[in-house]
């Protein structure tokens, strides 16, 4: 059969096509190629990393391991029964993700169809909305108040019969905010599957696992990104009820987590001393951030539960102070949005970043930000 030959974009799935891309940010060498700043003298405070990096063992690990021309376990069956054991949880409940970003993605994929519905609590992380639209799904977006706490009674009228998940952070991102432990349960009473996202739990101290073992339709998710240090090789775990972990080992890909990755993980969870020290000097240089910010004459630093501090900007322009931080070698990330108007996020550096980031906004003129 002859066919007449038509342009390939046009086969695309059109709300595929329509999709905002989500924005993350350069990576170092590319920003220090962009900035004419050497890597080692940039303070990287924009996508809260881990400063300190990941264990010396997880480096030992890595650099004696040599299996790497293997295919790994597709179900990583040791690394979840360690996972259990550091979560307190059943080992066949836990499904690992190439970050958790590609978790949210099967999640999406697993419950959501055409016309489904997802409420998320905004302003928050950016992948929930990106990741509903890629399924095709609709996405409902509820405010959150103005002090960034969950506002549960306007989530009840966003509710319909087509509702089929509930995204919400715990602490949140980007503006750092615990979520209050009576909240997680109003929501978890309205009776749809709730995500509770705790990639910053180990800086917040506080977990929602207790009501994930009690409920079946909650469901949390974690990362090695934040307190192991392994951002960059991408791996995330959740603990889900029983059916739905069956069926994600189902849908995702059989090799999604890489071997380095699962060496890298099941390391850092045996270096228990690392994991807190790390944790605990990243808390307290994020109190000693807070001041530094709060110094500024442009900055109002707001309570954070996470690795990073969000800031309102006053009197000057948020991306131009971004700019002329980043001209001194110092990287933030900063939203104008309307959720977001003006504002800025610092992750939490090592003393010598924020000692850098003092000496940036001391010596920033007021005519670099002019609003």
């Not at 809260?48 to 264990?55: A, C, F």
């Not at 009473?189 to 977990?207: C, H, K, N, R």
């Not at 070698?329 to 108007?341: H, K, M, N, Q, S």
Request: proline share 8%; charged share 25%.
């Amino acid at each position: 059969m002859n066919r007449t030959r038509v342009a390939i974009a046009s086969l695309i799935r059109p709300h595929l096509r329509a999709a905002e891309p989500y924005q993350p940010v350069q990576s170092l060498e590319a920003l220090s190629a962009e900035i004419g700043i050497p890597v080692d003298r940039i303070a990287k405070l924009d996508a809260n990393e881990n400063p300190y990096g990941p264990s010396p063992q997880v480096l030992a690990k890595l650099a004696g391991y040599r299996g790497f021309h293997r295919y790994p376990d597709p179900i990583h069956d040791d690394l979840r029964a360690a996972l259990g054991a550091y979560w307190g949880a059943a080992p066949e409940r836990i499904v690992l993700g190439a970050g958790a970003d590609e978790l949210i993605d099967l999640i999406c994929r697993l419950f959501l169809g055409p016309e489904d519905e997802v409420i998320d609590l905004v302003p928050t992380f950016g992948m929930y909305r990106f990741s509903t639209e890629i399924a095709g799904a609709v996405y409902r977006p509820v405010r959150r108040r103005a002090d960034f706490s969950v506002d549960v009674a306007a989530v009840r009228p966003a509710l319909t019969p087509r509702t089929k998940l509930i995204w919400v952070a715990a602490p949140n991102n980007p503006t750092g905010t615990p979520l209050d432990p009576a909240d997680a349960e109003a929501l978890a009473a309205l009776g749809v599957p709730l995500v509770i996202d705790e990639a910053y739990a180990e800086f917040s101290g506080v977990t929602f696992r207790a009501l994930a073992e009690r409920l079946e339709h909650v469901m949390l998710l974690r990362t090695f990104s934040k307190w192991a240090g392994l951002a960059g090789l991408r791996i995330g775990y959740g603990l889900f009820p029983p059916a739905v972990a069956e069926a994600l080992l189902t849908i995702k890909p059989p090799y999604n987590v890489n071997v380095a990755a699962a060496v890298a993980a099941r390391a850092a969870l045996e270096d228990a001393d690392h994991r807190e020290r790390t944790v605990a000097a990243i808390l307290a240089e994020r109190g000693r951030l807070v001041g530094t910010l709060a110094a500024s004459p442009y900055l109002r630093p707001i309570p954070s539960a996470a690795n990073f501090v969000f800031c309102s900007v006053v009197g000057a322009s948020a991306r131009a102070l971004r700019d002329a931080l980043r001209r001194r070698g110092v990287l933030v990330r900063y939203y104008d949005t309307p959720l977001l108007e003006n504002a800025i996020r610092v992750s939490v550096g090592r003393p010598e970043d924020t000692d850098q980031l003092a000496a940036a906004l001391a010596a920033v003129r007021p005519e670099e930000v002019d609003a």
